[in-house]
């Protein structure tokens, strides 16, 4: 089983490597990196990571999964007509084509969420529109070969879902187990729907 996570300068560092996490432990799994351009060094959005990232987007024709990350480095990409059109291509060849996160304006980028439902990071929920696509305030949204994921820590979620898709529920639950993934968070203020006047207006301040 191939599953290709692809990668690129200012990609959102969990949205990649926690379904990195969970799928790498998937049965007769490779999880290969592979960059959106050439092969070489990629940072993630943070800027403490560096990954150097063996094979380019032009080294794959095909595999049995695709997942594409989020982060900052999604907006540049969306006018590149070389990885739509490699987007497209592969996604052809999948059992199932994934998104975490922004990852989902890169696939309605290339036309592969039109009249489908989608979700994606709270942030931008209102850019999936103009591709074609119906924004759920989920988790987790599979419509079909496709499978989208809301923001960064979903991606967990996601990988999960696909675990057992592509295996069995037991297995999936076995590396949920593994991963010893049974949140608990010290604040409920995980959503956009949960989280404060004040917490929203800090987030905006963060940036």
């Known amino acids: 089983m191939d599953i290709v996570i692809l990668l690129f300068d200012d990609f959102e560092p969990l949205d990649a490597i926690g379904p990195y996490q969970v799928l790498g432990h998937l049965p007769g799994a490779t999880v290969r990196f592979v ?3 050439e092969k070489g060094v ?8 560096r990954l150097d990232v063996p094979t380019g987007r032009a080294d794959v024709e095909a595999c049995d999964v695709l997942l594409v990350p989020g982060g900052h480095g999604t907006r540049p990409l969306m006018t590149d007509a070389a990885l739509l059109d490699w987007l497209r291509r592969t996604h052809a060849t999948t059992r199932f084509t994934a998104s975490v996160c ?4 890169l696939l309605g980028a290339a036309g592969l969420l039109d009249g489908l439902d989608a979700t994606t990071h709270w942030a931008a929920a209102g850019e ?3 591709h074609g696509a119906t924004y759920l ?3 987790v ?14 991606g967990i979620d996601m990988a999960l879902h696909l675990a057992a898709l592509l295996t069995d529920e037991t297995t999936a639950r076995a590396i949920q187990l593994h991963a010893e993934y049974d949140p608990a968070p010290p604040f409920d203020s995980g959503s956009w729907a949960k989280a404060s006047p004040a917490v929203r207006e800090r987030i905006r301040q963060l940036g």
């Open 35 to 37: 960059s959106a351009g």
């Open 42 to 49: 990629v940072a993630d959005s943070i800027g403490g990571m």
């Open 102 to 105: 922004t990852g989902a304006l």
């Open 128 to 130: 999936l529109a103009p």
């Open 137 to 139: 305030p989920e988790r």
């Open 141 to 154: 949204v599979r419509q079909g070969r496709i499978v989208t994921a809301a923001g960064i820590s979903a």
